[in-house]
């Protein structure tokens, strides 16, 4: 079930995600939707991987419960090791802090902060030693460097989400998690931002989870990880824009037939 | 569009809450002191107690209309202000600028009926009551009976119908200039001016305390004006003091971990949004501050000199008493709205602070230490407006300038001012950190 694709990182092939039969349903009584159904999912360190499906088949709760920022109803989270699930919102925080970056489509920046303040934030947070070389070198990386002191409304879209990626990356995650990174992004931004976080995995060795709904960016990915209806329903190596494009149209055939029959 | 404003109102009545809250107790007080008048026009009422009751209606009752604006017009620009996806989305709808100013207009006086229909028996019980304080203290007759009659009741519906739509007029304006994004410079001028304005002003009243003579029954009167003015005056200044005061201590503050760092950085930047909090603040402690101190003076002087209280001396004080005692209710009410407003507007902010790595424990602790920030700022600068008026006074009715009185009512004052800011602000980011941190950024702030 793991994916091939070889690392350089001598960590590379260790496990960095593991959700054992993971069920999460919003609402109570008839009104109830399951949005994951008994997942079950590896991820070993160094992989790039993007989560596809259509609208309301459970891309964002599964990365929700992943990252823990949503608790499963039943079933285990571990990233790097460590359980996530049964844990108070203090302490999630905390571990998250160091081991996972996150990469919203809605940027979440602070506003009163400047693009240097943002990405040190979780290392100041977490009271950890700000080193300030090290949050300029990943700023240069992103292509920020002559920003620094910008506010985040100075910025554009795509230069925003790439402080998002500092920010992310400034703590030495062994996770990144991005949630529609692009949705918000003109087609050259969204080139950029994809490339960083394939270089994320590709040379420093961290496990990225992309959910998308684009292609397009998908194919950024080393595999892709399709879902309808809150249940894992495939998996792409090596994916093509082509490939993932007609995969996805036939997913929407295969989910309507089994509404009709499930009806 | 009435129909848009009873139906928003039905369906989400908890966020009027605030804005009934102030309306139905300025209808409240507003009616008590007008009913006064009433009680006045009965036929049989001799005329020495008719005098004092329309003075302490007329005084009260123009007070009581002044503070019944500010406060509901405080109210419903924060309303205002937490609907702007709602009002984004009734444009895009098609709703023209007109007939949402007519809908927000509707909704406050729907408020404003409802608030005096429920004021109505309060205020019953509270005019009678002021009967019987003037009774008891034998400025009024004994025989005089109470009544509630069209001058109460019309006051009352004239007074709040007339602040609930001028305010909606206002905070819509304000809306939709802030929208378009002008005047934000003039704004800011205009602010410096008035508030310098205020400072000279109040200085001058302040100061014309010294040229009065010792025996001046109202010798009280311009002190007290004089501090209220500069206690306003120095609330137009104040967003830019919390700047300055923050980045004084913003290298300390950072150093106390976490939250700390958060609160530096909002502070000095979002200290404009803080006047909303600081204005009732400093005005609370200032005028209940400085009335206090200055009443106690005045008992102490009275005493000292070995003549009794007139029945115009205990007429002061009981309006005295009753005035601060209105006005700091007010300014309560006001601190605690404009405080919850501000704060459960930001539980996007919080997620994203959140999101980055702060603890629910971090937030909370930034939210206190602003908190306390604005409880030293707004206490600082209203005990400087009250002891503007305090000093003046004592110095022309006892000769020092220095009260006799002790500091237990100011810690008493500045008790009050800390915990209304800090409940009210640690309860509202409890409340808004219980929703999770990833769907509190989605949500339209």
């Known amino acids: 079930m793991n994916p091939t694709t070889t690392r350089h990182d001598p960590e590379a092939g260790r496990e960095s995600l593991r959700l054992t039969s993971v069920s999460k349903s919003y609402g109570t009584g008839a009104g109830a939707v399951t949005a994951l159904d008994r997942v079950t999912l590896d991820l070993p360190a160094g992989s790039f991987m993007a989560v596809m499906g259509p609208s309301g088949s459970g891309k964002s709760t599964l990365l929700r419960c992943a990252a823990g920022l949503d608790t499963p109803d039943s079933g285990e989270v571990v990233v790097d090791g460590e359980p996530m699930t049964g844990r108070s919102e203090a302490a999630l925080t905390k571990f998250r802090r160091k081991r996972i970056g996150f990469v919203f489509q809605q940027y979440n920046l602070l506003p009163t902060l400047t693009v240097y303040q943002n990405t040190v934030l979780p290392l100041r947070l977490s009271r950890s030693r700000v080193d300030r070389e090290r949050a300029l070198r990943i700023l240069a990386e992103v292509g920020l460097g002559d920003r620094v002191d910008h506010l985040p409304d100075q910025l554009s879209g795509g230069q925003r989400q790439r402080v998002a990626i500092a920010r992310a990356l400034v703590t030495g995650p062994r996770l990144v998690f991005a949630d529609e990174p692009t949705g918000a992004l003109d087609l050259h931004s969204a080139r950029d931002v994809l490339r960083l976080l394939r270089e994320a995995a590709a040379l420093h060795g961290q496990t990225v989870v992309m959910v998308t709904h684009d292609p397009v960016a998908a194919s950024y990915a080393d595999f892709v990880q399709f879902l309808a209806d809150g249940r894992l329903v495939g998996r792409m190596s090596s994916p093509t824009v082509d490939a993932v494009a007609e995969r996805l149209a036939h997913l929407g055939d295969t989910v309507a037939q089994a509404h009709r029959v499930g009806a | 569009m009435l129909a848009l404003s009873m139906r928003s109102v039905r369906r989400r009545p908890g966020r009027f809450t605030a804005m009934l809250l102030s309306a139905t107790v300025g209808a409240a007080v507003i009616m008590a002191f007008n009913s006064l008048h009433d009680v006045a026009a009965a036929p049989g009422v001799d005329s020495a107690s008719s005098e004092i009751l329309t003075i302490a209606a007329a005084i009260v009752g123009g007070y009581g209309t002044l503070l019944v604006f500010i406060s509901i017009a405080s109210t419903l620009t924060v309303n205002v202000r937490q609907r702007s996806e709602e009002i984004k989305l009734l444009r895009s709808a098609g709703a023209t600028p007109l007939q949402i100013k007519l809908m927000l207009v509707g909704e406050a006086a729907l408020i404003a009926v409802a608030a005096v229909v429920l004021a109505v028996g309060p205020a019953m019980l509270g005019g009678r009551a002021l009967l019987e304080m003037f009774q008891e203290t034998g400025q009024v007759a004994a025989g005089v009976e109470y009544a509630f009659g069209p001058i109460g009741l019309g006051a009352g519906v004239g007074s709040t119908l007339l602040a609930s739509v001028g305010a909606a007029f206002m905070a819509v304006r304000r809306a939709t200039r802030a929208a378009s994004g002008t005047d934000r410079a003039n704004r800011g001028r205009r602010r410096s001016l008035l508030g310098i304005a205020a400072l000279v002003l109040g200085t001058g009243s302040v100061l014309t305390t010294l040229t009065l003579d010792e025996t001046e029954p109202a010798a009280m009167a311009p002190a007290a004006y004089g501090s209220i003015l500069i206690a306003f005056g120095l609330a137009l200044f104040a967003p830019s003091m919390v700047g300055g005061a923050m980045a004084a201590f913003e290298g300390m503050l950072a150093r106390t971990g976490g939250s700390g760092h958060l609160s530096a950085h909002n502070l000095r930047r979002r200290a404009s949004e803080m006047s909303g909090v600081l204005m009732p603040m400093i005005l609370f402690v200032g005028l209940s501050f400085g009335t206090l101190y200055m009443q106690a003076v005045e008992n102490d002087a009275l005493a000292a000199s070995g003549a009794a209280k007139t029945v115009e001396d205990k007429n002061l004080e009981t309006m005295n008493l009753v005035v601060v005692g209105i006005i700091a209710v ?25 999101l980055a790595g702060a603890t629910p424990g971090q937030v ?81 702030a």
Not at chain 2, 331 to 351: K, Q
Not at chain 2, 366 to 388: P, Q, Y
Request: aromatic share 6%; net charge positive.
């Open chain 2, 330 to 354: 007010f300014a309560c009410i006001m601190l605690v709205n404009s405080l919850y407003a501000a704060v459960s507007y930001r539980g996007g902010e919080f997620g994203r602070q959140r």
């Open chain 2, 364 to 444: 909370l602790g930034m939210v206190g230490i602003e908190g306390v920030v604005l409880t030293v700022v707004g206490v600082a600068l209203g005990s400087v407006a009250g002891i503007a008026g305090i000093l003046p006074f004592a110095a022309l009715r006892t000769d020092s300038m220095l009260p006799d009185q002790g500091p237990g009512m100011w810690i008493g004052i500045a008790a009050v001012a800390a915990l209304a800011t800090l409940a009210t602000g640690l309860g509202t980011a409890r409340k808004a950190l219980r929703t999770p941190a990833v769907d509190a950024v989605g949500l339209a």
